[in-house]
């Protein structure tokens, strides 16, 4: 007779079922993700990132800057995409071209779960892959050219390539990390180069990747038993292999191939640089915010008359799942250490996140994607607890139903709201204005003999200017000042509507005579207000008056003759 505590009811699906649903989420994902990714302005972080990289792309020039724009691996992997797509300059990317890298990357997030069917349960993964699919944020992100995405994923390659390394191998032990026959010999070999290399692009990707290496190194001792088993002679040759190949990939970039050494001293004295800024000091302060702001912003968001936004199901899904591995219910025994683990790593996230004073809604994405591991847990565990087939009809069904809302809301914040304030995912995003200004200041440079190579200013203060250098790439004479410049003002200047008295002064008193040409403001088409910068952040446009007068005259020339 059997006794002792009996085992949840097997929930393995048919390999080709499994694989064919994978494959539909892989879709659904890609096609949230690809579909017009130049929908919407350039972020001031994205313009800063794109122009970075037009550097490495025209004059072969990285070097690394230990205060400000992250790590180098998003510069160095947005080159095949540009070389692909047979472009060499600046001027000839698209924000499809750059946006295209985190997109790959958010769908490729979504592959390594098929190497832990065995560890989670093909309901587990099958959840979690959906659920990673359709969460707004995740989408919204993957469609933002900065470095977050990159980290997320290559996190969670290294989680991936840690639980290979422990899987059984017919070993009396049961651990694969060292020893067996040559094939696993192989195998081992392969998944200890795979984890040192997504560490190293880890450290190659933000600074933070730090947070995520201590939350796993601190779940790794308490969850996954089998390192007990091994001992310091096999975890220390596993452990070193792991750190060269590590530290190989992280030297690399951070020197810029080798052509900057001091890039990797600056890898490491950068943490002196963003300790203080964990913790709200110096410019930062306008990212300084409350304890809760991250779990406002993803499971409960409703700014004003605005709709409300929620990603409450990945939340209560991921705590269904944390009880469960807590207590060890609705899981089989093999299922717990991997369950375990990601529990224990997602709370360290979200409490040390949570607790740093600086945040922005995309530093929220490591822990979000633990509380997706966790909720696809979750899923597979409430449906496997139902008592019998039709409850658990229904449970499938309300959570495909559930998964339904999240896609329609990661739908509107990426093709609707994009840029709406009301949006718990937009920060501080550039307007649609800004495009129109753009359009009209090329416009208006046609009426000029120079064309693009019509001198331009940008006066600004604080240099608060950005996207502006990444819409502004094709004039080849652009001036970028925090303050009124000295010599002769530009036939075109961009400036905000606090400086105009300043402006006035500029280009009426301060230039010498027969320098001083009278200026009008370029009105914004169909609307008498100032063009938006960002929400709240006005711009005017102004031109000299000769040069508005011929802009006029032409476009009156070209306007179609009436009937």
């Not at 192989?186 to 692009?201: A, E, Q």
């Not at 360290?348 to 922005?360: C, E, Q």
């Amino acid at each position: 007779m059997r006794t002792g505590r009996q085992e949840p009811a097997e929930d393995r699906l048919p390999a080709p079922f499994l694989f064919a649903l994978f494959l539909c989420v892989l879709a659904g994902a890609a096609g949230l993700r690809l579909a017009d990714l130049g929908n919407r302005p350039m972020h001031c972080d994205e313009a800063v990132h794109a122009i970075k990289f037009g550097r490495l792309l025209q004059e072969d020039d990285y070097v690394y800057n230990p205060r400000e724009y992250h790590g180098p691996s998003l510069n160095y992997l947005t080159l095949p995409i540009a070389y692909l797509a047979d472009k060499r300059q600046l001027t000839e990317i698209s924000e499809t071209h750059l946006r295209l890298l985190p997109a790959i990357f958010g769908i490729a997030l979504i592959g390594p779960l098929w190497l832990l069917r065995d560890e989670l349960g093909h309901a587990a993964v099958f959840w979690a892959a959906l659920l990673t699919a359709v969460s707004p944020a995740m989408v919204f992100f993957s469609r933002y050219y900065i470095h977050e995405m990159l980290l997320v994923c290559f996190t969670f390659g290294a989680i991936v390539a840690f639980w290979r390394l422990l899987r059984p191998s017919g070993d009396e032990d049961g651990v694969s990390t060292t020893g067996g026959s040559g094939p696993n010999r192989l195998s081992t070999g392969f998944w200890l180069v795979v984890l040192g290399v997504c560490i190293g692009m880890m450290h190659t990707s933000k600074e933070t990747c730090v947070i995520a290496l201590f939350a796993m190194v601190v779940a790794a001792p308490l969850t996954a038993t089998r390192l007990w088993r091994l001992g310091s002679k096999r975890l220390l040759p596993a452990a070193l292999i792991v750190a060269i190949v590590a530290a190989g990939v992280s030297m690399l970039l951070f020197s810029s191939l080798l052509r900057n050494p001091g890039g990797i001293v600056d890898s490491v004295t950068t943490y002196f640089v963003y300790l203080g800024r964990s913790s709200g000091e110096g410019s930062v302060g306008r990212h300084v915010y409350p304890w809760n702001y991250y779990l406002e912003h993803l499971f409960w968001f409703q700014r004003g008359e605005g709709p409300l936004w929620t990603e409450l199901t990945i939340g209560v899904l991921a705590l269904v799942g944390l009880a469960a591995t807590a207590l060890g219910k609705g899981l089989k025994p093999s299922q717990v250490p991997l369950a375990r683990f990601l529990g224990v790593y997602t709370v360290l996230m979200t409490l040390i996140y949570s607790a740093m004073p600086y945040k922005t809604p995309w530093c929220a994405l490591g822990f979000l994607h633990g509380m997706i591991l966790l909720g696809g847990i979750g899923a597979a565990v409430l449906v496997r607890l139902m008592p019998h087939g039709a409850l658990k009809a229904a449970a499938v069904v309300l959570l495909l139903a559930a998964a339904g809302h999240l896609g329609r809301q990661a739908y509107r914040a990426s093709f609707v709201a994009y840029e709406d304030p009301y949006n718990p995912y937009v920060y501080a995003h550039t307007t649609s204005d800004v495009l129109d200004l753009v359009r009209r200041a090329e416009q208006i440079a046609t009426a000029h003999p120079d064309g693009c190579a019509m001198h331009v200013q940008v006066i600004s203060p604080d240099a608060d200017h950005w996207p502006l250098p990444w819409y502004l790439r094709h004039f080849t004479r652009v001036g970028w000042y925090s303050q009124m410049p000295e010599g002769p003002s530009a036939p075109l200047i961009i400036s905000p509507p606090c400086l105009e008295a300043q402006l006035t002064d500029y280009v009426l008193v301060r230039q010498p005579p027969g320098q001083r040409y009278l200026y009008v403001p370029v009105p914004p088409e169909g609307q008498d207000e100032d063009w938006q910068l960002r929400p709240g952040v006005p711009l005017r446009m102004y031109t000299r008056l000769s040069l508005w007068d011929a802009f006029s005259a032409g476009r009156e020339l070209n306007a179609p003759a009436g009937p």
